[in-house]
């Protein structure tokens, strides 16, 4: 069987999706995996030994379709659920299988505050589309990996960070899903070992600022690795903390131990860390979720915003600092 599973942004969602894509290539006797996302996305998957054969989609859904059709596929797995998913399955003709996005529940949560999604993660209800096939939840968690190719160089990390460090992750595709640099400068005065910081070249500005209130204890990495260097940075920390973001997640593949900063999203929209059953074995705590309680306006969002709909961006700014560094502390000291 020929089966193409679909999921073409973002770098967190398709790190959700590598469970099904395991656990489909793995119980599926014969199976090819055909894997389509964008192109800019290519690294996040390219190295997954899951995936027999890759597939872009580079803005022109007409080639996209037409390289679909010549790889003569039998099956359409569609963890995406938009319009252009939309079109390419009609497109094809195949049988298809698609992830329920639950959109309408998700508005309900964010403009009312009433709950009503299934208490299930955003990754185990991407392998609901394959029980047609008999794929079931390994209980393996994500996985996130890095090509061969791919090193850091000794003299990437200062010598002060070489001994151990904590990754900490400032960006975000969305303002409100980002800790302030205020609060991140406090946060990093309140921590007493080595802190690599992880962002784009979008956070390098913010990266600057953070690094000048300790040039010593403070390394700002952001801008200066690839995805995967970055990864790699991830991959080397005793323990990361992060706002949501894809870097939380790959946090997870790689079993480490992490607090995610939560602003205008929250763990109720089935998006908070997600391990491995033996990462959890025997009540093991691998993660903790930092929310502002009481918060009637939290989430306000199911992706974020630009800025803070009703102006005071409290989830952000009203952060147990103290606690988030104590809890660090503790996790670092655990690993």
């Known amino acids: 069987m020929r089966l193409l599973i679909i999921r073409l942004s973002s770098i967190g969602d398709i790190v959700f999706t590598t469970a099904a894509i395991r656990c489909a290539k793995e119980q599926i006797p014969g199976v090819e995996i055909h894997f389509l996302t964008k192109k800019s996305l290519k690294a996040v998957t390219e190295a997954n030994p899951y995936i027999d054969h890759f597939h872009y989609h580079d803005n022109n859904l007409a080639e996209t379709i037409a390289s679909l059709k010549a790889a003569n596929l039998d099956m359409v797995i569609d963890l995406h659920n938009n319009f252009r998913t939309f079109r ?29 999604l299934p208490d299930t993660h955003i990754v185990e209800r991407s392998l609901d589309p394959l029980k047609v096939l008999g794929v079931q939840n390994d209980g393996k968690g994500m996985d996130y990996f890095i090509p061969t190719s791919v090193g850091l160089k000794a003299n990437d990390l200062p010598t002060s960070h070489q001994a151990g460090y904590i990754a900490l992750v400032i960006g975000a595709s969305y303002a409100t899903k980002r800790m302030p640099v205020e609060q991140l400068i406090q946060l990093c005065a309140l921590i007493p070992v080595p802190i690599v910081l992880i962002g784009g070249k979008e956070d390098t500005q913010e990266g600057e600022q953070l690094a000048n209130t300790d040039k010593v204890k403070i390394y700002n990495a952001c801008g200066k690795f690839n995805l995967h260097e970055s990864a790699l940075l991830v991959k080397g920390a005793k323990m990361v903390i992060s706002n949501d973001t894809g870097f939380l997640h790959i946090a997870c593949a790689f079993h480490k131990k992490t607090i995610a900063i939560w602003g205008a999203t929250t763990p109720a929209l089935q998006v908070s860390p997600y391990y491995a059953a033996a990462d959890l074995a025997g009540g093991k705590e691998m993660t903790y979720n930092s929310i502002v309680p009481n918060l009637p306006c939290q989430p306000c969002s199911k992706y974020g915003t630009k800025t803070c709909p009703q102006g005071h961006f409290a989830c952000m700014k009203k952060q147990d600092l103290s606690f988030i560094a104590n809890k660090a502390m503790q996790y670092y000291k655990e690993a």
């Open 88 to 116: 390419i399955k009609k497109a094809l003709g195949l049988p298809t299988h698609t992830y329920k996005k639950l959109s309408f529940q998700k508005w309900i949560l964010t403009r009312f505050g009433w709950n009503l």
